[in-house]
């Protein structure tokens, strides 16, 4: 039903800024929440941001005043500002959708039901 495609990842020096785009292809009047999830190597998959089809925000503490989630439906795309970045902000970064289902929004990954192939995210 749909099909989310990432970009923007590559390399950046502690403290710098990089964003990151998710572009969503076919039936999107379905989705009903977006959100960012970052996973490295022998860690457990982390929500980092999420944004509800009203608008409705969620930062995980980690990323909260650094990181800013927002969406150009004009475009079908999700982007993740990240300012400020650390080195504990590597990894790789996917965007996922809720699909078809209303309700809870957050950084849970078990709520997602759609999801991109990642792109990387490398700090040095």
């Known amino acids: 039903h749909v099909q989310l495609v990432e970009s923007g990842g590559g390399s950046v020096q502690a403290g710098g800024s990089l964003t990151l785009s998710c572009t969503g292809y076919?039936?999107?009047?379905?989705?009903?929440?977006m959100g960012w999830f970052r996973q490295v190597p022998g860690k457990e998959r982390e929500g980092v941001a999420s944004i509800e089809k009203n608008g409705s925000i969620t930062y995980a503490a980690s990323v909260k005043g650094r990181f800013t989630i927002s969406q150009d439906n004009s475009k079908n795309t999700l982007y993740l500002q990240m300012n400020s970045v650390k080195s504990e902000d590597a990894g790789i970064y996917t965007c996922?959708?809720?699909?078809?289902?209303?309700?809870?929004?957050?950084?849970?990954?078990?709520?997602?039901?759609?999801w991109g192939q990642g792109t990387q995210v490398t700090v040095s």
């Open positions: 076919g039936n999107l009047l379905e989705v009903n929440c």
């Open positions: 996922a959708a809720i699909w078809g289902r209303r309700g809870s929004c957050g950084t849970d990954s078990n709520d997602y039901n759609y």
